[in-house]
């Protein structure tokens, strides 16, 4: 019986660097079934091995090809934010007052958003205050 040491110690063993399979001495006094049995095993084990490398080579070609995508995305993208920047700095800087107005008009708008429904919101409860505004 194998010991933990020395478990599938008789099956060939394959190089994952040269890719060559090295081949375990004969069975010396086996029983013909038992040789045949070895041998399919020999044979499961270095397909099993062979398939695995093979993911393996697949995966990291996967993997190498995803980062460079990712890469050229991220590179086209800071491109395009960077020539983004250099026009509109260019556009205020020929059309200041055009720029100024807009300015202007930007933050009236988000004033009107923003303090306009607080300034609706105190008209409400100040409301609710005056007894006059009661109808009898």
């Known amino acids: 019986m194998d010991t933990a040491g020395d478990r599938g110690s008789r099956f060939s063993s394959q190089s994952f660097e040269t890719g060559k399979t090295q081949q375990s001495p004969p069975n010396v006094g086996a029983k013909p079934g038992e ?7 020999e044979t499961v084990k270095a ?27 991220a590179s086209t993208v800071s491109h395009q934010a960077q020539d983004l920047w250099a026009q509109a700095t260019s556009c205020m800087s020929r059309y200041p007052v055009a720029t100024f107005l ?12 923003f303090g306009g429904s607080a300034l609706l919101a105190e008209q409400q409860r100040s409301r609710r205050h005056f007894p006059s505004d009661v109808s009898l």
Not at 50 to 73: D, F, L
């Open 102 to 113: 807009t300015g202007v008009g930007l933050g009236m708008l988000l004033a009107g958003l």
């Open 47 to 73: 397909k099993a091995q062979e398939m695995a490398s093979t993911v393996t080579a697949k995966a990291g070609e996967a993997w190498e090809s995803t980062r460079q995508g990712v890469q050229e995305a």
């Open 35 to 41: 040789a045949s049995a070895a041998g399919a095993a």
